[in-house]
């Protein structure tokens, strides 16, 4: 995935960065059967526009950049904040249920879930200090027109 950036200026080898366009999805929002997916994430606030990237190439305020996040990284990210708490809240229940006697089964059901919930929680707060996790989530800069694909295989 790729994106479209300016540098607004550079501060001890961090480039502070505006993406130039800030699209999302397939890009088929107001098109007939576009999902318009868009237009709910803004009603919770729009994406954030200025933000930092250590620098890996000598860049000046005005340049144009490109943002290169690896393929199914943000599918790994979902998948993590969002799978693994449905799943282990799921088998937390069910487990409780199953372990609850005397018509208390819902009870512990209800335990059992919210235990799982706090592994996930636990598991997720956990994730980002993994040396591996960061790697696969990393962004990454290059000169606009780079070939970024031929970046990721030189590393």
Known sequence: MQAR??????????AWLELAD??????????????RSVQLAHAFGGAEKVFALPLSFPVKP???VVISIPDGAP???????????????????AVGSLL???????LYGLVGGVVGLA?????????????NWRHRLRMELAPEG????SLHTLR
């Open 22 to 35: 800030v699209a999302g999805g397939c890009g088929r929002c107001d098109e007939p059967g576009g999902c």
């Open 146 to 149: 780079a070939c970024v694909q």
């Open 75 to 93: 599918l790994s990210a979902a998948l993590a904040a969002y799978g693994l708490a449905t799943v282990l809240l799921l088998a937390g229940a």
């Open 119 to 131: 592994l996930a929680w636990s598991i997720n707060k956990a994730l980002p200090r993994s040396r």
């Open 5 to 14: 950036a300016r540098i607004l200026r550079v501060d001890n080898e961090v």
């Open 62 to 64: 005005g340049d144009q």
């Open 100 to 106: 609850g006697s005397d018509g208390r089964a819902d």
